[in-house]
């Protein structure tokens, strides 16, 4: 291995616009609640990221994530609101703000 290699350098990866997370978190959430059986299954894009930003309120306000619900009539499965928590953690990871 007599070549030198290039050092390897860090780059910092452009901010992405708000439709590219949108797009993130719809494709996330939409894979996550397919895990499971869904209370959602009719579930609009529009709808997932009303919930998803509402999430995201409701979190920096303080509230307990595993005690939100974001779905009228939603029921606890195995003691969690599974479609909640989908929404939830795809919210945290893509469109809510960093401190969330």
Excluded: H, N, W
């Excluded at 494709?27 to 579930?43: E, N, S």
């Excluded at 999430?55 to 619900?69: L, V």
Aim: proline share 6%.
């Amino acid at each position: 291995m007599s070549e030198s290699a290039a050092p390897l350098v860090a780059e910092t990866p452009e901010p992405s616009s708000a439709e590219q997370l949108e797009a993130a978190f719809l494709a996330d959430v939409r894979d996550r609640i397919g895990k499971f059986t869904t209370q959602i299954p009719d579930a609009t894009d529009a709808q997932l990221l009303e919930a998803g930003y509402k999430a995201c309120d409701r979190i920096e306000s303080g509230e307990p994530s595993e005690d939100i619900s974001l779905i009228e009539g939603e029921t606890r499965t195995r003691g969690y609101y599974m479609d909640s928590g989908a929404i939830i953690t795809a919210a945290r990871v893509s469109i809510c703000s960093p401190s969330d």
